[in-house]
């Protein structure tokens, strides 16, 4: 935003700062008033915002936490020279990290020193009348004269308050002075609204800033995956995973219910570049807005969210879940469902871990692959040719002992620990590998019990959303841009006209215009004000005179 | 909604686009045959000029002001209003014929593809880059109604080449559908904005390396060095395309800030959260408050003129940085390329 402000403002920063350069015994007082001068100038601001995108950069390049954990993790894992360090100076925490945090307060911190004058000094220069006239407005990067006849009869007061008439028509703010003077004179401004605008933008981005920490500290979001026919209902058990804000209260969640009815995907069967490609998701689900109120049919789709109960519940994700039963040893049924199968690879080429922790005398788990359309090539390796259920098989290793659950200690759903456990299947022991296409039951060694695969059902992952500082983000946005527009594209101009009454009886009009900050539109209105002027006075397009030359040597035009 | 692929749309689609490179490869050569041709009639004009300024005939101290000395740092750039001048440049006009047809040919590619894919042809990075060069073209034409800006014509058209050769080699993707994620109407307002101030974006880019070259060569002939870069005289002083540059992007700025803005939007709708840190709202970020630094930099003293054209040549890399490397070799939430 061009800041001709900025110019006064420079000259007296930099003034302050040699002030306190000199002057080392300033005390406290001084050095924080220099400390603050040096924060709330232009050229501090403008370091501050091109760190402040440097800064942002190592988000993109290393793995990040509150996006992704488990890759940090793992990164840390892969990177035994330097991941640790890394983690030490906050890179996979970049955008809450103490050198990202300190680097975007400083610059509000600069940028409200820097709007609160600027706004004090606007507001008074609005209500002040516009500067005096100029002695000489020949130096004026715009300027011009016109001549009106001795016969028109217009004398020099006349012209000035024709002037000032039209001045006013055209937005600006008009003072005559010596109205009945020699040579009445006239100041006029406009274009108040830029810096109004400049201040509006600057003032706005506080606003995101404070919506974005509303979210952070009394939002909440988190994670369910859903099998056909499974009821989420929004309590902090329901969630798989549940990331609270700093201020949540688990009593702020309504406990409505949303029930996964169907889902249908729809694949690309038309282009053989993109064969198989999923095209279409959709979910019907059955939501109530509490116990007990009715039920209502709804459609939740990516790009699409459904909003229920103060949150809205995204598509996220979706998979397979092959559904299983498990025998144990003594013939009883020890699980029963769906499993959810994690995608690995193309075409729902998905992992599946089952563990069984009920199953008597033994624990059992299952860790194998899913395939909704088995290959299996020459050299064995099995994968999947198409995303559809057209050949879908079970593909699992089987383990018997103590999985480990009843310590307490959290363990990975989709990952089977076989630290306890002894192996029973695998495709490196004489029992081979079990292999399960729907309706089949195999049955495990040494009376172990069995595992039958019963069919398949499909699953959502659905994040659910809650930020109140939302609505208030987008309103403090679209004001910005609203300033911003405002800001870059009015202009503030200054106008002086001066008339005087030559001796044959001519009345001479000179004026000229002041831009503040950029204008390239400067020349544009001196010819248009010109005009208005010509058309009053009735002085023709080509009024005999001799501005026309010295407006033109103004501008470097060839 | 979706309507069918039509391949053979497709495949018209992929010749306009080989036919408008083609005619765009001319146009470049005809472009940088202009500056080459154009300098050497103007160092002429000059060498004439100078010769009769040696005859000691009485101009007139009026007529010395509008005619500026042969000499002089000003003499040896173009007008500073970048309007059209009356002199004849043939090869320029056959370019900007050439670059017409090549626009027109190119607009006939991207429409035959948005009708086989059934939807707007901004889906994947084939369709982003002859999407978005033809968006540059048409913009530099544009210009061109109101200023002569002819003498960016070698950098835009190269860069529409370049993008339209990475688009057939590099990139290429035959019609298809677009992925859950994309189908949204957000994509036609936040991608279309994006592509839209990239393209002005482009322009100021060439415009600030340019000024960064005139101020080096105003410089030196200042200095009374020997003028090295004759084609340069063809080029508006540094300080005239320091303004226009600024004008430019200003507006790219405020595309800028609606394409951040819409794309929060959208993240919300499809995401669930506005903002999230992903590698390309990181910098969709970065290339935003640089481009934030350039306009306040304008405002600053002692970094207006070169400092102020080096941060709008970092936008512009960032820009370019987005929109390949992270595409492509950064994982996140956009990884549409369609690679």
Not at chain 1, 20 to 31: F, N, V, Y
Request: net charge positive.
């Amino acid at each position: 935003m061009s800041e001709p402000v900025e110019d006064t403002k420079k000259s007296k920063t930099l003034e302050d700062a040699k002030a306190g350069a000199a002057l080392p015994t300033l005390g406290l007082k001084g050095m924080l008033r220099w400390a603050w001068t040096q924060l709330t100038s232009m050229r501090t601001a403008l370091f501050l915002l091109l760190l402040l995108a440097v800064a942002a950069v190592p988000g993109s390049l290393f793995p990040q936490r509150p996006a992704n954990p488990a890759v940090v993790t793992q990164y840390i894992k892969d990177h035994p020279d330097y991941g640790k360090i890394l983690d030490a100076v906050q890179l996979y925490d970049v955008y809450s990290s103490a050198w990202f945090s300190a680097i975007y307060l400083l610059l509000f911190i600069s940028l409200i020193g820097c709007v609160t004058p600027r706004a004090i000094a606007h507001y008074r220069a609005v209500r002040s009348q516009p500067p005096r006239t100029p002695k000489r407005l020949s130096r004026l990067p715009e300027y011009g004269t016109l001549v009106v006849p001795a016969d028109a009869g217009i004398p020099a007061s006349r012209a000035i308050t024709d002037a000032a008439a039209l001045l006013r028509k055209r937005g600006y703010r008009v003072e005559v002075r010596d109205a009945d003077g020699d040579r009445p004179s006239l100041g006029a401004e406009r274009g108040f609204l830029k810096e109004v605008g400049n201040l509006v933008f600057h003032t706005s981005l506080i606003g995101v800033l404070v919506s974005v920490a509303i979210g952070g500290l009394f939002g909440y979001s988190g994670q369910r995956i859903l099998v056909e026919g499974d009821t989420f209902v929004n309590t902090l058990v329901g969630y798989d995973q549940f990331s609270p804000g700093t201020n949540f209260q688990s009593s702020w969640l309504q406990p409505y219910s949303i029930q996964l009815d169907k889902f249908d995907v729809k694949f690309d069967r038309e282009s053989p570049a993109h064969f198989g490609q999923p095209i279409d998701f959709t979910a019907q689900v059955t939501t109530k807005e509490n116990p007990g109120a009715p039920a209502e049919k709804k459609v939740l789709k990516v790009n699409d969210p459904v909003t229920l109960g103060g949150t809205s519940i995204y598509l996220t994700g979706n998979g397979y879940a092959p559904v299983v039963t498990v025998r144990d040893g003594k013939g009883n049924v020890a699980l029963q469902g769906p499993v959810v199968a994690k995608l690995q690879g193309d075409n729902y080429y998905s992992s599946v871990v089952i563990k069984v922790p009920d199953a008597k005398p033994e624990q059992l788990g299952f860790a194998g692959f899913f395939l909704p359309t088995a290959f299996v090539t020459e050299q064995g390796v099995s994968f999947s040719g198409d995303p559809e259920l057209i050949n879908p098989q079970l593909s699992l290793n089987s383990y018997y002992g103590d999985l480990g659950l009843d310590k307490g200690t959290p363990q990975n759903v989709f990952e089977l620990d076989v630290k306890g456990l002894t192996q029973l299947n695998g495709r490196d022991l004489p029992t081979k590998g079990i292999t399960l296409v729907p309706g089949k039951t195999y049955t495990l060694p040494d009376g172990k019990g069995s595992i039958s695969f019963d069919g398949v059902k499909k699953y959502v992952g659905v994040d659910i959303h809650h930020n109140p500082g939302q609505v208030s983000a987008l309103f403090f946005a679209l004001l910005a841009v609203a300033g911003l527009v405002v800001s870059l594209y009015l202009n503030r101009r200054r106008v002086w006209v001066r008339t005087g009454t030559h001796d044959d009886g001519r009345t001479m009009v000179e004026y000229g215009l002041l831009a503040r900050g950029e204008d390239h539109r400067l020349a544009g209105e001196s010819a248009a004000i010109r005009e208005l002027f010509q058309r009053e006075w009735q002085l023709g397009p080509d009024a005999p005179e001799t501005s026309d030359t010295v407006a033109s040597t103004k501008t470097k035009d060839q | 909604m979706l309507f069918s692929i039509n391949e053979t749309m497709g495949q018209y689609s992929e010749l306009f686009m080989l036919l408008a490179a083609g005619t765009y490869t001319v146009a470049f050569v005809a472009f940088a045959w202009d500056l080459a041709k154009s300098s050497k009639t103007l160092r002429a004009v000059d060498l004439k000029a100078a010769a009769a300024a040696k005859v000691p005939v009485a101009v007139g101290s009026a007529g010395s002001e509008a005619v500026p000395a042969a000499g002089s740092a000003e003499a040896r750039t173009a007008g500073a209003d970048m309007r059209y001048a009356a002199e004849r440049r043939a090869p320029a006009r056959v370019a900007v014929a050439l670059t017409i047809l090549g626009a027109l040919i190119h607009g006939a590619g991207v429409v035959t593809r948005a009708l086989g894919a059934g939807r707007v042809p901004w889906g994947n990075m084939y369709e982003f880059l002859t999407t978005g060069a033809f968006v540059a073209v048409v913009v530099f034409l544009l210009a061109l109604v109101r200023r002569d800006l002819r003498f960016l014509g070698t950098f835009v058209i190269g860069l529409a080449v370049i993008m339209l050769v990475a688009a057939s080699v590099a990139y290429w993707t035959p019609v298809g559908h677009l992925v859950p994620a994309l189908q949204s109407y957000w994509l036609v307002i936040h991608v279309s904005i994006a592509v839209l101030s990239s393209a002005l974006f482009t322009l100021t880019f060439a415009m600030s390396a340019l000024q960064l070259v005139q101020s080096h060569r105003q410089k030196t002939l200042e200095a009374g060095g020997a003028d090295k870069l004759g084609f340069m005289r063809l080029v508006p002083d540094a300080l005239s395309l320091e303004n226009l540059s600024y004008r430019i992007n200003t507006v790219a700025f405020v595309g800028w800030t609606f394409t951040l803005m819409f794309g929060a939007i959208w993240a919300e709708k499809a995401w669930g959260r506005f903002w999230g840190w992903d590698t390309k709202e990181v910098w969709t970020f970065v290339i935003w408050v640089v481009y934030a630094g350039y306009l306040h930099a304008r405002a600053t003293r002692g970094w207006t003129g070169t400092r102020a054209a080096w941060l709008s040549i970092v936008g512009y890399l960032c820009v370019i940085f987005n929109f390949t490397i992270v595409n492509q070799f950064f994982n996140g939430l956009h990884s549409y390329s369609g690679l």
